[in-house]
């Protein structure tokens, strides 16, 4: 059964730093990875999409990179505004299966 | 820029009530689908939905719940008779080819069964 772990649990940070945030899944056969935020009691905004083939994507300040075999995700978010505060879950989806599969989240505060 | 739209936005209802949660997914979407989120957990998987049946559903998704995707436009969860347990966020995603593409996700609808 795939696992997914987002470490750490809630990070908080100055405005203008770089930081990582980081995803893990047990199970390495996986199709893709997809980068969401989370607004506090909203819906989910995707933000990245990796494909399984793929080793990074970037959108913007945000880069998101993907080690399939060893089963780790990470999304780096350059120079971080207060508007950045927000949850973001990582999610993978097995090849020939419908379900995102969800880490529980980071929780990202940027202090102005 | 298409979005998903779900229906209500807060919906309360007394346990062993029936509930009907609206969706309208992204317009040229194939493939529809239901998450639900219990407050303080992970997004966890319901059902997915394709050519007017369930492709995939999950051990949650028992016999209380119910897909339909009564016109060309809308796509609704029912759940039959509510338990406390039931109580959470649930939200809708649509996408347009099953693997390669993002799922878009809705608002959600946060249901509380008393």
């Known amino acids: 059964k795939q696992e997914v772990t987002q470490i750490p649990a809630a990070l908080s940070v100055p405005e203008g730093e770089n930081l990582v945030l980081n995803c893990s899944f047990t199970?390495?056969?996986?199709?893709?990875l997809q980068w969401f935020r989370q607004d506090p009691g909203k819906g989910l905004t995707s933000l990245l999409l990796?494909?399984?083939?793929?080793r990074e994507q970037t959108s913007g300040r945000l880069n998101a990179s993907l080690d399939k075999s060893s089963g780790r995700s990470t999304l780096y978010i350059a120079a971080s505004q207060p508007g950045d505060s927000a949850t973001y879950l990582c999610?993978?989806?097995?090849?020939?299966?419908?379900?995102?599969?969800f880490g529980k989240g980071t929780k990202l505060t940027v202090n102005p | 820029e298409p979005e998903v739209t779900q229906t209500p936005s807060h919906q309360v209802t007394q346990m062993g009530q029936e509930v009907i949660l609206r969706c309208v997914p992204i317009s040229n979407h194939l493939y529809f689908y239901w998450y639900r989120q219990i407050l303080g957990q992970k997004v966890e998987f319901l059902v997915s939905f394709y050519n007017n049946e369930i492709s995939e559903k999950s051990e949650i998704f028992d016999d209380q719940f119910s897909v339909e995707r009564p016109d060309g436009s809308n796509f609704t969860l029912k759940i039959r008779s509510t338990k406390l347990e039931d109580s959470a966020m649930y939200f809708c995603?649509?996408?347009?080819?099953?693997?390669?593409?993002?799922?878009?996700f809705g608002p959600g609808t946060r249901l509380l069964v008393l």
């Open positions: 199970d390495s056969a996986i199709y893709n």
């Open positions: 990796i494909q399984s083939s793929q």
């Open positions: 995603a649509s996408s347009g080819y099953r693997e390669r593409e993002t799922q878009y």
């Open positions: 999610a993978v989806k097995k090849g020939g299966s419908e379900k995102l599969v």
